[in-house]
Nanobody, 124 residues
């Protein structure tokens, strides 16, 4: 069993920045990949970014590439999502999730534990 707690969401103007954090407990943190997903009202949950167990391999959705950065601190059992140059279309509830394996995926089904989500709202 893994518990994930996200924080750092909020209201920001377009062009601004936020950093999301997700603290994990309950399983050896450095053995699995982590991902960030988001879900806007009326839309399906979509992949944002993922990072492998070591932190050296990352992958992003095209919509956030160059603006968002995923990172992890295995000593603190925490994964981060630095979001810069935010746009109104980034508005969503953001979720972190633990991968079933060490390398990560863009597929929702490849993640087994999910946080409660944190709201990000970008005003124009």
């Amino acid at each position: 069993q893994v518990q994930l707690v996200e924080s750092g969401g909020g209201l920001v103007q377009a062009g601004g920045s936020l950093r999301l954090s997700c603290a994990a407990s309950g399983r050896a943190f450095s053995t699995y990949a982590l991902g960030w997903f988001r879900q806007a009202p009326g839309k399906e949950r979509e992949f944002v970014a993922r990072i492998d167990w070591s932190g050296y391999s990352t992958y992003y959705a095209d919509s956030v590439k160059g603006r968002f950065t995923i990172s992890r601190d295995n000593a603190k059992n925490t994964v981060y999502l630095q979001m810069n140059s935010l746009k109104p279309e980034d508005t969503a509830v953001y979720y972190c999730a633990t991968g079933r394996g060490a390398w990560g995926s863009t597929e929702y089904s490849e993640y087994d534990y999910w946080g409660q989500g944190t709201q990000v709202t970008v005003s124009s």
